[in-house]
């Protein structure tokens, strides 16, 4: 028997059957949904709160839509135009938040770390999403990457997925990488330039690679990195069509990879720098796929955290 | 019998019985409400959202209005906030919210056609309501400010109409033009300084004028325009004063339109610029009627195009 | 019998009556909630507008939180993209809420007395909630504020309270000490450097001190005020070291007020400036049961506003 989750900071450490239990509860709302339900009321007078340091509309109405569709209310919290800005700290924030008895807060912020400094000082019942920080992890996504996955292929212990890009800005792909190893992936390859590659030592349990077409070759999944400039300096940011050239995903490399290789990007998508657009919109793209998964796996989140 | 509305980006060549089955929905949906219901429960469940990349608070409010008195969920997707200020597309936007399987968006855009654009490249049920699109087309205001006449002057087949302002950066007088030809109108005169007069050919089935008084003269209503000045460039602007000489609505001008004339703009109001606040807040101003009647012309749309 | 609440833009003036009904309505709201009803229907169908020129997640979100436990509708009027932007007058953008029918307007606005000139410009049966006015007036917070000290203090007449800092500056201030006058406090103090106390004249029913020691003496409870550097110029502002010193509460200034004096402070907290760390966090704080109390507040004053 497994706990129940109170939060959700990152993936790493979560046992296989919490994993399995959340993405079985996203097929079940999925299919709630399939069959005309538009709205549930588990969570009818629970209060969601959304505390976005960093904007992302994508993901902020990703989860709330997954909330009000679980009859949850929403509260944007937004920061460009709070207290924050009359120097505010962080905590006392937080505190402030749950003494107005709020049931879940979803937090993204560009500090690594900052949802488990949350969940450390929170005083009350509060449940703590990330919703992504820094570089470090995006635990919704990478349950509805894995989720996608394993609508196609099932058997996760003969699977071979290659993470392509930027890894060392991305959280994604380190999300990726805990969902994946928890499940039983058989190989996990990355690859993307020397100087976009996390630290030697860090996820040992992935093969490495600097040239795609070894990666890609076989492979069962390929997901394409977003190029995260806006977290890079200008000296780190590489010359786009060089990169494209040797990282991109095409339909020339795609064919290296195996029969039916799910084609997947987190979104958004930078066109012509880190994926042809022929292959985004082709038929292998699982990539809309994806985003319809995103709610169905915040929803479950929510339910198992929320509902009574 | 003519068919169920999908999409609503523009007036023009939209039938009569279309637009009149629209208005008769509106005034049914206002008796409602003035009877005590409070809400409806006609789109329980649906998502619209508000996709504004134009900044406008009261349309925005005034569409969120509409849906949640309709028991829709809102959804406004800011985008000062958004993913695009990292480059995403709109094509990608759109696919990426009709994954979440959103009912129905709301767009506002400075660029002529693009809720058109959106239709052409919509994959899912989604429905798009044009909120304005440059100075192009603005259907709901449109439909609004010939429920605001029909309500005090029925017959349209008598009925004289002059837009007076700045007509060629203005989508409400184009939207407002289209409603007004289908539903029969007798006479619709345009009028304005030549610099901001259409190209000619456009909107032929109005009269033009270059002086007020002569515009005015036996109208049944007049609809000010509101100086656009966000849209001009510096050389374009005209100067105030000289501006209002010429084409301000005052009392000594409405005097000469038939009697009870009605006076109309869709806001926010230039005082002073192109109307006199003795006009704006008199007797005959139906100005405040056309925000009224703006809530029930959206809710009349979403609720023919959403509900079951 | 006293009447209902219409508009609620100062606690200057309000009998005792009113604001103990607030008061019991809050207690009873609270009692509602801690008994498991998370969410009421006192006012399905109600909308209410946050209408916020300055800033201020953390008050925007109680109201917000308030109105929906009530089942009312919120929808966020965010000046900052709004068409003020465009030159709009306030009072237009009060007749145009108005005329799409909405039931509640809260304001937040830096001018003082701008709720006041709502409700003189309204038309129709519109409630104007003032969430703050420049210097002048913070009922909800002068509620909560008395709510609070009720709650562990409940016999007034041997009320002493101390409130210490910004006073000049402060719309919290005043409006504690209109209510804590309203209920028959036995003594309020005011204390704070000259510069920043209020003209002489103004709250007479108060004793005035420069020594922070001498009036936190025998205290029952200490309101600490928020320095508000944002509205001082660069010449009004204190030394922050000094003004700590002379103005902030610790544990040896505390030390010298009644047994258990409550510690209170609107937020948000400028730490080490006007209170320590060791006594905002401490025993005797009651901030966090302020934000609580808050809610219900607010919970009250929109239900005796609105519910049928």
Redesign the interface.
């Known amino acids: 028997m497994s706990l129940r989750l109170r939060h959700l900071t990152t993936l790493e450490h979560l046992p296989r059957e919490s994993i399995e239990r959340l993405l079985d509860r996203a097929v079940m709302l999925r299919d709630a949904?399939a069959h005309g339900?538009?709205?549930l009321d588990q969570l009818?007078?629970?209060?969601v709160?959304n505390l976005f340091f960093e904007?992302?509309?994508?993901t902020r109405?990703?989860f709330?839509?997954a909330a009000?569709r679980l009859g949850a209310?929403v509260?944007n919290?937004?920061?460009?135009?709070?207290?924050t800005?009359?120097?505010?700290?962080l905590f006392?924030?937080l505190?402030?938040?749950?003494?107005?008895?709020?049931d879940a807060i979803v937090v993204r912020h560009k500090q690594s770390g900052t949802p488990e400094e949350l969940v450390r000082h929170a005083m009350s019942g509060v449940s703590v999403i990330n919703a992504g920080d820094g570089n470090r992890a995006h635990p919704t996504q990478g349950l509805l990457d894995v989720l996608t996955i394993r609508q196609h292929r099932p058997d996760f212990s003969k699977l071979v997925v290659t993470i392509c890009g930027d890894v060392e800005h991305s959280r994604v792909a380190r999300s990726d990488v805990h969902a994946l190893t928890a499940l039983g992936a058989k190989e996990i390859r990355l690859c993307g330039p020397a100087s976009l590659m996390p630290a030697a030592g860090e996820l040992p349990q992935c093969q490495r690679f600097e040239d795609f077409d070894q990666a890609i070759a076989g492979a069962d999944a390929v997901i394409m990195l977003r190029l995260q400039?806006?977290r890079m300096s200008d000296t780190e940011l590489p010359d786009e069509t060089a990169y494209f050239r040797h990282f991109g995903l095409d339909k020339r490399r795609l064919a290296m990879a195996a029969k039916g290789c799910l084609v997947m990007h987190p979104?958004?998508?930078?066109?012509g720098i880190e994926i042809a657009s022929e292959v985004a919109d082709g038929a292998q793209s699982r990539i809309?796929?994806q985003?319809?998964n995103?709610?169905f796996v915040r929803m479950a989140v929510l339910s198992e955290m929320l509902a009574r």
């Not at 904007?55 to 994508?58: A, E, G, W």
């Not at 919290?77 to 207290?83: A, K």
Request: charged share 30%; proline share 4%.
């Open positions: 949904c339900t538009r709205k009818a007078g629970r209060t709160l904007p992302s509309t994508r109405t990703s709330e839509l009000r209310d509260i919290f937004d920061i460009g135009l709070s207290s800005s009359k120097g505010e700290e006392d924030t505190h402030t938040l749950e003494a107005m008895h709020l400039k806006e979104g958004p998508l930078n066109r809309l796929e985003v319809g995103g709610v």
